[in-house]
């Protein structure tokens, strides 16, 4: 198992970005009635078709064709089942990916959540080209953070420019 959730979201990002996706929406929520916390990663890259995409959550796919593939989609799936919760996968070719996982957030081999504000601040700083749609909702905290909305303010400013990066940073530090 991984050691905390955001290094779970760093992994299947990390895919969604070689995968080319320009648009990347993660989503950590937790329902207050239920204690069931979910984490929801959709991308508009190059998707997978059904066989690839059902054989990359199989932990074994590995061994058994004898190709590399690793083991970020099956660590998250593997998380997600072993904590009382559930996990799917959805893809298309040409259209993007879309990973749910569901925890509850009771159990107690839960991963805690790790740093979520610079699992963030990471992937937009290094990724500036890509927009992200990052929402965080545990706990009472409600954070919303559409960069398609800064690149429209920023009015061609690149969003890595150094002014901008601090002025992410502080917001970060505020609001998360
Ligand atoms: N969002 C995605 N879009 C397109 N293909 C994906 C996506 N996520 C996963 N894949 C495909 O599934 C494969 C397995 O992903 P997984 O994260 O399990 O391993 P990996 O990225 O190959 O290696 P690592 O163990 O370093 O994460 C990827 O190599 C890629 O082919
Ligand atoms: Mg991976």
Same mark, same amino acid.
């Not at 072993?82 to 749910?100: R, Y």
């Given at each position: 198992m991984m050691e905390d959730i955001s290094s779970h979201i760093m992994d299947i990002v990390m895919n969604s970005v070689t995968a080319g996706a320009k648009h990347i929406s993660i989503a950590v929520e937790k329902d207050p009635g239920t204690s069931v916390m979910s984490l929801t990663i959709s991308d508009d890259g190059s998707g997978m078709d059904a066989e690839m995409a059902?054989?990359?959550? =199989?932990?074994?796919?590995?061994?058994?064709?004898? @190709? *590399?593939?690793?083991? &970020? !989609? #099956? /660590?998250?799936?593997?998380?997600?089942?072993?904590?009382?919760?559930?996990?799917?996968?959805?893809?298309?070719?040409?259209?993007?990916?879309?990973?749910?996982?569901?925890f509850d957030s009771r159990h107690p081999d839960l991963p805690p959540l790790g740093n979520i504000r610079d699992t963030f601040f990471v992937l937009i700083a290094s990724h500036p080209e890509i927009d992200f749609n990052l929402r965080?909702?545990?706990?009472?905290? =409600?954070?919303?953070?559409d960069i398609a909305e800064w @690149? *429209?303010?920023?009015? &061609? !400013? #690149? /969003?890595?420019?150094?002014?901008?990066?601090?002025?992410?940073?502080?917001?970060?530090?505020?609001?998360?």
């Open positions: 059902r054989k990359v959550q =199989d932990p074994f796919f590995s061994t058994k064709t004898g @190709r *590399k593939v690793g083991l &970020g !989609v #099956p /660590l998250l799936k593997g998380t997600a089942e072993t904590t009382g919760g559930s996990f799917t996968l959805t893809s298309a070719k040409g259209v993007g990916t879309k990973i749910m996982a569901t965080y909702s545990v706990d009472g905290k =409600d954070f919303l953070l @690149r *429209k303010e920023l009015d &061609g !400013v #690149p /969003l890595n420019h150094p002014e901008v990066i601090g002025f992410l940073s502080n917001y970060l530090d505020e609001h998360l």
